[in-house]
């Protein structure tokens, strides 16, 4: 499992979930299963991205 955390401040949400739309469909095109963005509720700022990786 891979899991990678971002700092995002508010201002940037809507250009960072853009992104990660994209980097999502990269990733499973390349094998990742089970990819999830969350964010965490006590510190807002704070994403982290989960995926399973046969090839890392």
Not at 21 to 37: C, H, K, S
Not at 41 to 55: H, I, K, V
Request: proline share 5%; glycine share 4%.
């Amino acid at each position: 499992m891979i899991k990678i955390e971002y700092q995002i401040s508010p201002e940037n949400v809507d250009a960072f979930l853009g992104l990660m739309r994209d980097r999502r469909r990269v990733q499973t095109r390349v094998g990742a299963r089970q990819w999830t963005l969350l964010r965490d509720l006590q510190a807002p700022f704070r994403w982290t991205e989960t995926f399973r990786s046969p090839t890392w």
